[in-house]
């Protein structure tokens, strides 16, 4: 199975900064990465697929990037209702994984 | 409009059984792959099993702690997905979710399966 590390578990950041999550993959993916996130209480919503495209309407202050087995989800500029919890998914292979998460709290 | 509304979730004991549905609309549900992710109390995203399309074979695949023990299927002609549940064990308890596609394009709302005795 492939395992999704996801860095860092936890961060605090504040409104405006730019905010950049990894997930390592522990064999190549090529691009078949996910980036979701998460509000307490909510549905999980896709962000970013096959690694870098952004899903319609999310905002463009979300990137994505990287191949093989290192990726980065980037937010430009955190707005509060950015806090959440962001998590990674491989499509590579089955079984599907997902990273640990990753909560972005407010400094 | 993707629309997926799971149901039959609840408070079952251990080595229990249940079926939850998904009803999907919004989307042509046969050219589509479709998913089940649950997410224990306070944890992460687990990814559960799948189902082809048909015309991909039909064909399931599932994460091992639930291989042998849970089975997913879909009736094309009602549009949902099930997801049949057996043996259930008191670390089965999550909310369980439908999505739809390989990369879990559309999420439902998802229901509470609470395993306990």
């Known amino acids: 199975d492939i395992q999704m590390t996801q860095s860092p578990s936890a961060m605090s950041a504040s409104v405006g900064d730019r905010v950049t999550i990894t997930c390592r993959a522990s064999q190549a993916i090529s691009n078949y990465l996910a980036w979701f996130q998460q509000k307490p209480g909510k549905v999980p919503k896709r962000l970013i697929y096959a690694a870098s495209s952004l899903q319609s309407g999310v905002p463009s202050r979300f990137s994505g990037s990287g191949s093989g087995t290192e990726f980065t989800l980037t937010i430009s500029s955190l707005l509060p209702e950015d806090f959440a919890t962001y998590y990674c998914l491989q499509y590579n292979s089955f079984p599907l994984t997902f990273g640990q998460g990753t909560k972005v709290e407010i400094k | 409009e993707v629309q997926l509304v799971e149901s039959g979730g609840g408070l079952v004991k251990p080595g229990g059984s249940l079926r939850l549905s998904c009803a999907a609309s919004?989307?042509?549900?046969?050219?589509?792959?479709m998913s089940w992710v649950r997410q224990a109390p306070g944890k992460g995203l687990e990814w559960v099993g799948h189902?082809?399309?048909?015309?991909?074979?039909?064909?399931?695949d599932y994460a091992a702690p639930v291989k042998g023990r849970f089975t997913i299927s879909r009736d094309d002609s009602k549009d949902t997905l099930y997801l049949q549940m057996n043996s259930l064990k008191t670390e089965d308890t999550a909310v369980y979710y439908c999505?739809?596609?390989?990369?879990?394009?559309?999420w439902g709302q998802g229901t509470l399966v609470t395993v306990s005795s």
């Open positions: 999505t739809s596609s390989r990369a879990a394009s559309d």
């Open positions: 189902i082809k399309k048909k015309t991909d074979g039909g064909t399931t």
């Open positions: 919004g989307f042509t549900f046969s050219d589509a792959w």
